[in-house]
């Protein structure tokens, strides 16, 4: 799909409501999530979305990743 145009956004690898875990693991969740979609891909993955997407599932600190 990489090979037909189709960008692929990051989200994280296991789905954790980022606001509930220590920083650290949101920080290693985001990262290997982008990782593993660039390895895959050979392209820069640029965006991000985070699981769930409701507003108490990210705070100032998760945005600052």
Known sequence: ??????RFGSHTCTHPILSKV?????????????????????MEVLSFCYPNGKESDFNEKVKMI
């Open 22 to 42: 220590p920083e650290s693991e949101a920080l290693r969740e985001i990262r290997e999530s982008k990782r593993r979609i660039e390895e895959a891909t050979q």
């Open 1 to 6: 799909m990489s090979g037909n145009g189709i």
